[in-house]
């Protein structure tokens, strides 16, 4: 078999995906300059303990006399503190930086809404008025760090609380974001970051979260704007020797130099189900069938069609999980094309793939024999059972399945390449087809070989593997792990003779693979057997996946 030049190894890029529709700010020492309120002052006055925060004191006062007098002198001191203080430094470009962009401001604090809208008299440029959401102790809302302000800010913006960002100084704001389920920023002023901090990001001055911002907000339908898409591509040097014109802003087409290859083998399959992983997918599921013709993937293209909603950090991560499978597989992404659009409700990415083999080696299905052997590597339906843990885990756990099976099932993602045992059928030869089983399953992919090869197939359907937890979730869901999307199992026919070696070596190298058939002189048809009686075959119009995404 022919081989590919690996390109040069790169470190992995961490990317974490997010979008942000909002961003709501604690107020004291986050918008303002910290230090305007000593708190150690008013705790003094009202006697309350040095480790004990004050609205909590106030709360466990019996005396109601005594809670009304606290309150007083509690809003005195912030009204004092409120007309000292100061826009934080970077407070006020980033604010006005914000709002030009559309998003909508909020600010959350254990304040009186009065000490706010006093001290926002001293920002330049920025007022009350310009605050989309404040929520103060006197909303209808737990105060922080109860999660309950962060919600109650996301409902009047109409956001969902997992795209605001909250900021602020202080573990009581982090807590309360992660509380609501929203994306968490802490700004530690250039001081040192507590050991129990579990924040989303952590920045040193305000002005760092311009970036942080900028990767969340939802990208404008069309092509991705020149500078970013420039940025990303830059993330990805070229290496690949072969490649004479690569993926560069501005050029319409990739160029490669196959001078010396007998035959260029092409491909191209879109993931349409996915959205987990789904840049991993585009390169395994296309790399699959390459392998099927015997060819080492060389080259990729990719075309990603995202919906509206996306933000640059879900580009980001796509294209980090592309560049990362690729460089896996010692496969080159050497141009493409991605677009926001509202054509589509999910992302699509459709992968374009190129490889080389030599003329002799190409595998064609028009070699299949009467009495050639029929094997399945795996289990059926490895494809579709991650997707539907991943796209649909609160269906199964509402339905009845533990967490811990629906975490087993996502975990087949990492069997969805076929290529190990592909190159060991290379190897050991005597193989005639391989088939990559991807939509309508295992009974769709066998009618396909079965035509290829213009000869029947006799399958023993009692012998086909299935994992007892796809089973389990086919009978959760109603559907049919026969007719379920399968990528990750291949379809091996091979001579007869050659059998029981292919089928040792691939068990020696811990794949496992299953005898359920043989090829027949009879045209193209599957008959099928249980327990040697004859059987109807199914056959699905469309993939059994396709039910539940309806």
């Known amino acids: 078999m022919s081989t590919s030049p690996k390109p040069m190894p790169v470190e992995p890029v ?14 004291d020492g986050t918008l303002t300059c910290p230090g305007a309120l000593d708190f150690s002052v008013i705790k003094r006055a009202i006697g309350c303990p040095d480790h004990t925060p004050v609205l909590e004191y106030m709360a466990g006062v019996d005396d109601r006399t005594r809670q009304a007098e606290m309150a007083i002198q509690l809003e005195q001191f912030e009204m004092q503190g409120a007309a000292v203080s100061m826009p934080n430094p970077g407070a006020e470009a980033l604010l006005a930086w914000i709002k030009d962009t559309g998003l ?185 069938d390459m392998a099927t013709a015997g060819a080492a993937a060389r080259w990729m293209l990719t075309t990603l069609l995202l919906p509206c909603g996306f933000s640059r950090s879900q580009v980001r991560r796509i294209f980090a999980d592309l560049h990362d499978a690729c460089t896996d597989q010692g496969i080159t992404l050497c141009g493409g094309h991605t677009e926001i659009t509202d054509a589509v409700r999910r992302p699509v990415v459709a992968g374009m793939m190129a490889g080389t083999v030599a003329r002799n080696d190409l595998i064609r299905k028009g070699r299949m024999a009467p009495g050639d052997r029929v094997l399945v590597t795996k289990g059926v339906a490895v494809e579709g059972t991650a997707i539907i843990a991943a796209e649909f885990r609160l269906l199964l756990i509402e339905k009845g399945m533990p967490a811990d ?105 811990g794949i496992a693979v299953t005898d359920i058939g043989e090829v027949t002189d009879s045209g193209p048809g599957i008959d099928a057997v249980e327990n040697e009686v004859s059987v109807p075959w199914p056959c699905f119009d469309a993939d059994e996946i396709t039910r539940l995404f309806a």
């Open 405 to 509: 099976e629906i975490d087993c099932c996502a975990a087949f993602q990492q069997m969805i390449s076929i290529l190990p045992e592909a190159r060991i059928a290379w190897r050991v030869g005597g193989v005639s087809a391989l088939h990559d089983v991807t939509e309508g399953g295992l009974a769709t992919a066998l009618a396909e070989l079965s035509q290829a090869g213009g000869r029947g197939i006799r399958v023993r359907r009692d012998a086909i593997p299935v994992y007892p937890q796809t089973r389990k979730m086919g009978a959760i869901l109603g559907i049919d792990p026969l007719g379920l999307i399968g990528s990750g199992s291949l379809l091996i026919s091979c001579r007869a003779e050659v059998a029981a070696t292919l089928v040792a070596d691939l068990r020696e190298h």
């Open 14 to 27: 961490p990317v974490f995906a997010y979008r942000i529709d909002a961003v709501v700010f604690d107020f």
């Open 104 to 288: 909508p401001v909020g600010i959350l604090t254990r304040n009186s809404r009065a000490s706010v809208i006093k001290a926002l008299e001293n920002f330049a440029g920025f007022s009350a008025a310009d605050i989309d959401v404040l929520v103060t102790r006197e909303d209808p809302a737990k105060i922080k760090p109860s999660g309950e302000g962060v919600r109650l800010a996301a409902a009047r913006l109409d956001v969902d609380p997992a795209h605001v960002l909250m900021v602020g100084d202080f573990l009581f704001d982090v807590e309360a974001g992660r509380r609501a389920g929203a994306l968490t920023a802490y700004l530690s002023n250039g001081s040192g970051v507590p050991d129990a901090l579990s924040a989303d990001f952590v920045v040193a001055s305000l002005d760092e979260l311009k970036p942080v911002i900028r990767d969340g907000l939802v990208l404008p339908a069309g092509k991705l704007p020149n500078l970013f898409l420039g940025e990303l591509l830059d993330q990805y040097p070229m290496t690949d020797p072969s490649v004479i014109v690569g993926p560069t802003v501005g050029e319409d087409t990739a160029a490669v130099d196959i001078e010396g290859e007998a035959v260029l083998v092409l491909k191209t399959d879109p993931i349409t189900f996915a959205t987990e992983s789904i840049g991993r997918y585009a390169v395994s599921i296309n790399a699959n």
